[in-house]
């Protein structure tokens, strides 16, 4: 990018600039100063390369040199590792050219022995230093040649009372030990040994180097991108630096992406040097790292790596000390860039080999599958069957720990093998399940690919659950047109199809109000069957025309006799929203839970959401506001709003602002509905569910005109769709609300009326009391107290307990303060409340608590742990669907049982009215 700016005031390089550097250079004065008072040490300098571990050791020895000091500074370099003594020669030559003439001669002789030459070197500059204090200072000290390391070894033990300071600078992770330069850095010695690690620059030093060159303005965007850039190297900064000042371009936001572009060229050409410096060994065991990434052993790499010219080790030791491999008991390519570097000069035939023979050789030693499974990553098809099994089972731990995306590799990875037929569909399946909060659109199209492209050798149970899952994201009529084409495909082949036809119908259900209708259409499904899929669709279809509610609950309980991750989810979430339209809503509960346990285990986010959701509904019925938000920010954890397709997308919003408006919230929930929307939001089903919240809301911001229209259209959807149940929503006792506010009181009496009928016609308690409630509002004198002592009459028994609260409060309020009428209980009152008796005149008769009246006295929690126990469960079971512990689950009973007076779940069971236990396939 050959862009100026002309405004850019960069200065001239300055002199050398230690950054953040502060407290190491104190250190290294200290010891200098230890030095002048004739006190001999130790120093080891350790940091990555670039650093600034050499610019430390110019700044000591120029500070000894201003006190007067001898100080000598010697270079160690891969190209001289071989040169015998080498270190040794640079300082002589340096002591002698300082006028020191002892030092002026060669001081060896070729092959002479370094047992006997060492104590003749230690001798000449321990006399020196007893005359001269002598600072010697070793940068990159890994690279010293090995007689000179014998040399600085012994010296370290000839220090006592000689005033000579040892200072070396080298590599994080090099070993010390008898190999080091000056010997251990923790093990005992004559003298103290510092040690003084130099980290990489944090942004405040960065931004110390960038205004020491530049004269203007510091942007701290550009500050923490060169900070993350550079990875915190002084060198790596100052070159990017270099390059801005050439340009004339200014630290500014803007030109983050030339300060990128510099420093990965940077980076790029330090690699290559060090690759360059490499022998052939320690190249092949880069490589073999590079491909293995970290999944073997370092002892089963060795054997991977070839020519063998040198020791392991000695390679190892070589790429550490290169900075390219990090050290330690596993060590690997410090950066993605080194390994994809040091793999270019590899064609691709070598790498694939030796990602096999990586992979034979990971299996035969019986690695971690996790280690096994990375290396599989990189290698090309074995075509083993235990390849495919492996990968399955590491990427459903991977989806657990709640990595999607290591979890998508692996299962990617997996189909590349030769699987077929309904291996295949599995794997397609659990793959999508994986993807769908990251890219939703590929998750739908692998469903798809499952509905379109599986021949009869795949089991109608493979199509069903990937038209399930499809289905669930919201995208009714891609599910229809791929279970439509599935359906015609298997017909003719006598398999039963009943319950991919009953997904069908559902998605062909929601589609109904779209411009373009459905082509064919699936029958009803049967309002009598044993098979779970199309029951609990049946529940939801009688239930949402509000038919039959004795069977709706006989077919959503079928529809939870079998349970476990790989039976479909979607069913089971339709009968638990039958159950509950039915008031059955603690039955409701305990279906939920099981869906969200089976959800998570196999990592369906879709439905886990959604079985949240309603399960947050039917604590907001049950007044339980608290946990009603918790399930409802759990569901939009669990997938994030922009993963859903835009069908479902109102049925989330609609949720948050009906939990505003119970939470009396009001302005919350218009902020809510005021958002932006997806394109398509309003095709589906859900958009009704919008439009009643939407006419809610303008009904309190007194918008009774564009509360009609929102809930005019509201029914028209529902309706369209033969979905006339009241349970579901109220629509005509709001739309009489709306009629009422703008003056139409014949409109209002006639529509609050049809739905008190509707309500009754269906007969759960909450839904014909609601009726009640909202039919009192509309009405006037004795007709409206006595719509509200309906109301009262029907909710005190139900499980709408706010709702009860409200119409308590409304009734005293209508008929006065009466002796003997009690308070209106609060929607979380722990006590059963009393009918208010004292609005007929009558007294209040002592009588037994109904089981509705029970549950009040229980917390959410401990209603839910009844109801399991009632229902049969084990403590261990009802542990593990709620996620608590045992101990938990014992002393909630405890609790419930003191609440209650019972002392068996034989007891609790007969007060609860327990419901029927599903059973596990097999039992």
Known sequence: MSVTEPGARWRDAAPEFLAEREGQIRRLGRQVTELQFGRPGMVTVLGEPGTGRSALLRAAVARAREAGLLAVLARCSPAEADLRYGVVSQIT?????????????????????????????????????????????????????????????????????????????????????????IGSVTGPGPVPHSVIQVPPLRERGVRQVIVSRYAGPVDGAFVTAATEATGGSPAAL????????????????????????????????????????????????LRVMAVCENGLGFDLLTSLASPRTMFPEQALSVLVRLGLVTGGEDPRPVSPLIADMALAGMDVGERQALAT?????????????????????????????????????VARRRRLDGDHEGAAALLGRALREPAAGEQRQRLLIELAMTEVGRS??????????????????????????????????????????????AYARREEGGADLGALAAIGWLAENDCTTDPVLPVSSFPDPPDRSEDPVRAGIAAWMLAARGERMSRVRELARTAFQVKGEEQPFGPRIYAARALFFADEVAEAVIGLDEVL??????????????????????????????????????????????????????????????????????????QVLAQELPSGADQGAAWAMLLYARAKVRLELADPETALRDINECGRLLLARGWTNPAMLSWRSVAAAAHHACGNTEAARRLAMEAVERAREWGAPSTLGLAHLYASRVLSGTEAVSELERAVRVLRDSVSRGCYARASAELIAASGERPGVPSPPGETTGRIPVPPGGLTGKAVEERSPTPNETRHLLTAQEERIAGLAAAGRSNAYIAGILSVSVRTVELRLTGVYRKLAVTSRNELASLLAPIPAPRNVGD
């Not at 089976?598 to 019925?621: K, N, S, T, V, W």
Request: aromatic fraction near 4%; include cysteine; hydrophobic fraction near 50%.
């Open 93 to 181: 030559s340096v002591l002698a050219g300082a006028g020191h003439l002892a030092f002026a001669r060669r001081l060896w002789v070729e092959d002479q022995p370094a047992a006997a030459l060492i104590p003749v070197l230690c001798g000449k500059f321990v006399a020196l230093a007893r005359d001269h204090p002598l600072l010697i200072a070793l940068d990159d000290a890994q690279w010293a040649d090995e007689e000179s390391k014998a040399w600085l070894a012994a010296m370290t033990h000839r220090l006592r009372g000689v005033p000579i300071l040892l200072v070396q600078a080298r590599a994080l992770g090099e070993g010390e030990g008898a190999g080091g330069a």
């Open 238 to 285: 100052l070159a990017v630096l270099d390059h801005f000042a050439h340009a004339s371009l200014p630290p500014a936001g803007r030109y983050v992406p030339v300060l990128l572009e510099r420093a990965a060229e940077v980076s790029g050409d330090r690699v290559a040097g060090s690759l360059s410096r490499l022998p052939a060994d320690a190249l092949a065991l």
């Open 357 to 393: 023979r990586s992979v034979e050789l990971g299996y035969r030693a019986a690695i971690p599958e996790d280690r096994l499974a990375r290396l599989l990553l990189n290698a090309p098809p074995v075509g083993a069957e235990w390849v495919v099994n492996l990968l399955r089972r």
């Open 440 to 485: 939703p659109a590929t998750s739908d199209r692998r469903l798809q690919q499952v509905l379109l492209g599986s021949g009869p050798e795949v089991p109608v149970a493979a199509l069903v659950r990937a038209a399930d899952l499809l289905n669930s994201r919201g995208d009714a009529p891609a599910t229809y047109r791929a279970v439509a084409t």
């Open 597 to 670: 346990a089976d959800a998570r285990r196999c990592g369906a986010r879709a439905p886990a959401a959604l079985a949240l959701i309603q399960r947050g509904r039917c604590e907001m019925r049950r007044g339980n506001l608290g946990q009603a938000v918790g399930d409802f920010e759990a569901a939009r954890a669990e997938l994030p709003l922009t993963s859903w397709h835009p069908r479902a997308v109102p049925y989330f919003v609609a949720m948050e602002a009906c939990l505003h408006l119970a939470d009396q919230s009001v302005e919350e929930a218009e």
